[in-house]
């Protein structure tokens, strides 16, 4: 099983990036889909949440600011964030919660610089 994220760089404060992350359809079709950051020396934390049915949850810290959605035609979750900041830095993961078992890409690297 694969979840291939892209869409990570550097960007100035401020500044907006689009992660994206696909997978297969038996994965993606009917479960929920995330992604989760982790900072250096930091656990890896949920950023945003969204059901197969659209419902969305937001980590406090981007609330406002990110926005999680999906294209079930594409097998995608995208993740929008803007004016982001430099404690936004982190590697972003993309996870599926499917048939009982965790999934979760390699990461992809969001930095902000000041």
């Known amino acids: 099983v694969q979840l291939v994220e892209s869409g990570g760089g550097l960007v100035q404060a401020g500044g907006s990036l689009r992660l994206s992350c696909e997978t297969s359809?038996?994965?993606?079709?009917?479960?929920?889909m995330g992604w989760y950051r982790q900072a250096p020396g930091k656990q890896r934390d949920l950023v945003a949440r969204i059901t197969s049915g659209g419902v969305t949850n937001y980590a406090d810290s981007v609330k406002g600011r990110f926005t999680i959605s999906r294209d079930n035609a594409k097998n995608t979750v995208y993740l929008q964030m803007n004016s982001l900041k430099p404690e936004d830095t982190a590697v972003y993961f993309c996870?599926?919660?499917?048939?009982?078992?965790?999934?979760w890409g390699t990461g992809t690297l969001v930095t902000v610089s000041l």
């Open positions: 996870h599926a919660a499917a048939y009982g078992m965790n999934y």
């Open positions: 359809r038996i994965i993606f079709s009917g479960n929920p």
